[in-house]
């Protein structure tokens, strides 16, 4: 049976949010165990690797506090520069670890979007698995959102890209094996970098209703 890996990248410092914003408040949670709780509502999630600078006390005390064991913490030596190097090092530790096999996959999703419905992450578990595509991806109204998945024979792409290039290099590599799923839930386009970011998700939240 094959396996679903989710590689969250978290490792950056919130310049123009102005504060740590994996740790805000949204809804009674930390805006990284809003994500987490997510994630973690699909059977199909083997293991969750979140990448986090080591100087990054409260993120980590937070991490160390969440209770599922499908979730691994990753703190390299030294700081990831970029979200790509950050993917690298998590496929990495998941190659070490895993084991991973050509028909297991991986999730990449960064760690600023809280937004995200279990049932909105759920349903787009069911289309990997019924895709035969090497690569899927969610459009709302023709923009791409996350999370991208991808199988994981395409894991050593990531490592073999030019240094100036990111990571939408390996879904722009080859159109013929991207899948489009196209979707109307808009908080799949939602990143939180601004506090006029963190103002549209309370109001998006509240709009919602979540009963936790």
């Not at 059977?43 to 160390?64: Q, T």
């Not at 759920?122 to 999370?147: D, N, T, Y």
Request: some cysteine.
């Amino acid at each position: 049976m094959s396996r679903l890996f989710v590689v969250i990248p978290a490792a950056g410092h919130s310049r123009r949010m102005g504060e740590p914003k994996l740790l805000i408040d949204l809804g009674g949670k930390p805006v990284i165990v809003r994500l987490l709780d997510a994630l973690l509502s699909s059977s199909d999630v083997h293991r969750i690797v979140v990448v986090v600078r080591r100087s990054d006390e409260g993120l980590l005390e937070i991490l160390e506090e969440y209770s599922d064991d499908r979730v691994t913490v990753l703190t390299p030596e030294f700081d990831p520069p970029e979200m790509r190097d950050s993917v690298e090092l998590a496929l990495a530790a998941l190659d070490l670890r895993e084991d991973p096999r050509p028909d297991d996959s991986w999730a990449l999703i960064p760690a600023d979007h809280p937004l995200i419905a279990a049932e909105t992450f759920q349903a787009l578990c069911r289309s990997w698995k019924e895709s035969s595509a090497e690569i899927l991806k969610p459009s709302i109204h023709q923009q791409g959102g996350h999370p991208t998945f991808f199988r994981w024979s395409l894991a050593d792409e990531v490592s073999n890209l030019p240094a100036d290039q990111g990571l939408n290099a390996v879904v722009r590599a080859d159109p013929e094996r991207v899948e489009e799923r196209i979707s109307d839930a808009e908080e799949l386009l939602f990143d939180l970098d601004t506090p006029e970011d963190l103002d549209r998700a309370r109001q998006w939240w509240s709009r919602r209703g979540s009963p936790d």
